[in-house]
């Protein structure tokens, strides 16, 4: 197993509602590995009002297999 530094911008749209955040961002995680530890570190909106851009920080651990 390795640990490893990630940092994501994702877009957040009006259509996901607050409540299914959490939901979105481990989703987008998941790609990498299992996450450990992760946090929004900023939330910007773009010019369009219905899309914010969310930067994301994360830990992930990732399998020998994931690495390859």
Do not use: C, H
């Not at 929004?40 to 297999?65: F, G, H, P, R």
């Amino acid at each position: 197993m390795n640990l490893e530094y990630i940092e994501l911008n994702l877009e957040w749209t009006s259509e996901l509602d607050i409540y299914d955040l959490k939901k979105f961002i481990l989703s987008k995680l998941f790609r990498y590995g299992d996450p450990l530890r992760w946090a929004i570190t900023s939330v910007k909106s773009k010019s369009d009002a219905k899309i914010q851009i969310i930067s994301v920080e994360a830990v992930i651990i990732m399998n020998k297999d994931q690495l390859e």
